[in-house]
């Protein structure tokens, strides 16, 4: 059984501070990573993508990937009021064109004035 | 566009009634997905099609049927429902080649 383990939160951090997401997937063949956000009520909107170690920026967020530990992060920079939303970590265990992605439990964030 | 377009929005059912929720996109795009997304869960994907006349399982196709006559509409079909199938349910497509999925609006399902 393939697996995307994510902690539900919520995590709390103050406007302007960094918050840092974190998963952990199950599959080691596991080749695509996404992290998508999703308001409540609303449908999952794609944030970022990363295929290989390390990191990869796009504006105030940061994705990060260990594939020996099986773990992918998301840093998100001077958080605002409005990046409160839950957090969905999914992840393409085959690399194939389909991407029948396996999608987390999620994190809830809660980013306070 | 419209993008990806889902109705109803909200709807309630009868344990053992039927419904089909519909699922239309405007973006020619080849790939579509089901998911249903139970409260405080992440998503799980029903069925997926990789183009018109082309359908597969995904994770939980247990009480569920699709089909994809067209490019642009990929409805899902419920012939019983029961109480299990209360969720909310995501459509969602993509073009070949390109990693973003498009999701639409959602179905809201009760199964009383």
């Known amino acids: ?113 | 566009n419209a993008g990806v377009t889902q109705t109803p929005k909200f709807r309630i059912l009868k344990i053992g009634q039927s419904m089909t929720l519909q699922c239309a996109q405007d973006m020619n795009h080849n790939y579509m997905y089901w998911y249903r997304q139970d409260p405080g869960m992440g998503l799980k994907l029903i069925y997926y099609s990789v183009g018109a006349g082309i359908t597969d399982k995904g994770e939980v196709p247990n009480g569920y049927n699709v089909s994809r006559s067209t490019t642009e509409d990929f409805p899902l079909r419920l012939e019983l429902a029961a109480p299990s199938q209360t969720s909310v349910y995501f459509c969602a497509s993509k073009l070949t080649g390109v990693e973003t999925q498009y999701f639409g609006p959602g179905t809201r399902l009760l199964v009383l």
């Open chain 1, 1 to 113: 059984q393939k697996e995307v383990e994510q902690n539900s939160g919520p995590l709390s951090v103050p406007e302007g501070a960094i918050a840092s997401l974190n998963c952990t997937y199950s599959d080691r063949v596991s080749q695509s990573f996404f992290w998508y956000r999703q308001y409540s009520g609303k449908s999952p909107e794609l944030i970022m993508s990363i295929y290989s170690n390390g990191d990869k920026e796009d504006g105030r967020f940061t994705a990060q990937l260990n594939k020996a530990s099986q773990y992918v992060s998301l840093l998100i920079r001077d958080s605002q009021p409005s990046d409160s939303a839950t957090y969905l970590c999914a992840v393409n265990p085959l690399m194939d064109s389909s991407y029948k992605l396996i999608f987390g439990s999620g994190t809830r964030l809660l980013v306070r004035p």
